[in-house]
């Protein structure tokens, strides 16, 4: 048997999805020493199958959270997840995916019709709101520094290396 992995997932919610980008450069530079420390779960960037929550102990979110469906399956990942990692500023704070939050009445009339039609919550929420978070790294994209001290962090804690 290897050693022991760090069963990690990442998902992204509502946003432009550019940590996901910072995070694949990063392999460029790690991916021989994460390929010995990380397991992959729930990764739909990497995998095409078997992607799955079960067993995570890491979830890394990015993204704020939009919709109802969102908020359900936010609560299921945190279920699932022994830590959640919120990653980038959408998912610490909402912002800037949540500037519709900031609408004035008029503005927010005219979207409503969307807002209702395709299950969107009444405001749009940094993940914490919803679920309990462990760990945050912010920036926009996500702070790819703090990202590597999160990371050996979570190593740590899990007896990983
Ligand atoms: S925090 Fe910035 S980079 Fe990250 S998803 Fe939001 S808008 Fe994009």
Known sequence: MGAKKLAVSWITFACCEDSTIVFVELLNEHFFEWSEKLDFRYCKFLKGRGNSFEGSDVTFVEGAIATKEEEALLRQIREKSKRIVAIGSCACTGLPSAQRNQFD???????????????????????????????????????????????????????IG
């Open 105 to 159: 009445e008029s503005t927010r009339r005219e979207i409503m019709m969307v807002i209702e039609r395709f299950g969107h919550l009444e405001k749009v929420h940094p993940i914490k709101d919803i679920v309990k978070v462990d760990y945050s790294v912010p920036g926009c994209p996500m702070d790819e520094k703090l990202f590597l001290s999160t990371l050996e962090k979570l190593f740590s804690e899990f007896g």
